[in-house]
C-alpha cells in the first residue's frame, strides 16, 4: 500500500531546505566518525580541479551539452560538502574561463592550461588535487564512473581507490579504481585524481549529469571519498604531499 501525501507549496520549501541542512549534518558526522584527528581538518587543503572551461568546452552530448559546464556544476557541490566539514578549498577555475588564453601562432595552449592548475595545486600546497571530468566513447551503452590514479603515487591510489568505494555506492555496476597516463597527475608534488563521471555518449548517463539532483549525489560520494582518505593517507610516512618524480 502507497500512502501519498500532498503538502502545500509553501509547506515543501522549508522541508527542502530542511532535509538539506540534515544531509549537511549526517554528511559532518559520518566524516567525524571516520577521522579521528578533527583539528586536522581545517589544516588540510584540497584543490578541486573542474576540467576544461572557456574557449575549451572538453566532450559534448548529443544535444550539445559541454563538460566544461557540468564539470563545474559538480565542483562547486563538491566545494560546498568539503567546507561544511572544515576543509580548505582552492578551485583552479570558479566561472567558465581557460587558464591560459589562445595565443595565435604559438602552439601548447592545453598544455599550459593544464600547467596552470599543477602550479595552483602547488601554491596552495594542497594535499589532494581532484579533476573532475565527463567521458566520451563510440560505444554509446558505455557508461559508469572511474576514478584514475598516477601508479607510482600510493596517495594518488588511495584517494582514487577511496572516491571510488563511495562513487560504487552510487552506481549500477561496481567499478575499479585504475591507473593512468595523465600529466595532470605525474607531476611531483601533486596528489592528483581525476575522476571521470560518466559518459556523454550515453544518452542515459548524459540526462542524468544534467540534473542537480544527481550531480549533488556525485559530489556527496567524492567528498565522502576525499574526507575518509585524510587520515589513511596522512598517516603514510611522507605522503604530504611529496610523491616520486
Ligand atoms: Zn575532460
Known sequence: MRIIIILRKEKILPLIALSTVLAALLLCSILYRVIPARSRLGQTTVVIDPGHGGIDGGTQDRAGHLEKDINLDIAHKIRAQLVQCGINVVMTREDDIELAPYQPGRSGRHRRDLTARIERARN?????????HCDW??????????????????????????IQEELNKIQPRPQKAVPGKYFLLEQPGINGVIVEVGFLSNPEEAALLRQPDYQEKIALAIARGILRAIPAVTAQPGAVPAPPP
Open 124 to 132: 596552495a600546497k594542497a594535499l589532494f588535487l581532484v579533476s573532475i
Open 137 to 162: 566513447s563510440t560505444a554509446a551503452e558505455r557508461r559508469g564512473m572511474v576514478a584514475f590514479y598516477y601508479y607510482r603515487n600510493p596517495v594518488g591510489k588511495t584517494l582514487a581507490s577511496s
